[in-house]
């Protein structure tokens, strides 16, 4: 089992940043992949960012929604179990309520596990 929190919503105006940090706890050695997913009012959720863990002799990889790329980043801390979603240059469009979520995989089995949501609100 894997729990997550997140925290670092907020009312920004256009322009602004904010990050939005996840907290991981259980069994956060099984955790390959975390992200962000937002789901804005009468819209369907949307993949924002994920990054994967990599190997003993790689590095993480990352991937972005277009709409995103260059304003926002994500990142671990995996001492800390803690993913966080730098967000810059907001724009009124990406208010909506963000979930981080993260999936294990202890072959044969592979689980998902989402935090509560933090809301995000960009005033233009």
């Known amino acids: 089992q894997v729990q997550l929190v997140e925290s670092g919503g907020g009312l920004v105006q256009a322009g602004g940043s904010l990050r939005l940090s996840c907290a991981a706890s259980g069994s956060t050695s099984a955790i390959n992949t975390m992200g962000w997913y937002r789901q804005a009012p009468g819209k369907q959720r949307e993949l924002v960012a994920a990054?994967?863990?990599?190997?003993?002799?790689?590095?993480?990889?990352?991937q972005y929604v277009a709409s995103v790329k260059g304003r926002f980043t994500i990142s671990r801390d995996n001492a800390k179990n803690v993913m966080y979603l730098q967000m810059n240059s907001l724009k009124p469009e990406d208010t909506a309520v963000y979930y981080c979520?993260?999936?294990?995989?202890?072959?044969?089995?592979?689980?998902?596990?989402w935090g509560q949501g933090t809301q995000v609100t960009v005033s233009s």
């Open positions: 990054i994967n863990s990599g190997g003993p002799s790689s590095e993480s990889t990352t």
């Open positions: 979520y993260a999936i294990t995989s202890v072959p044969p089995t592979t689980r998902q596990y």
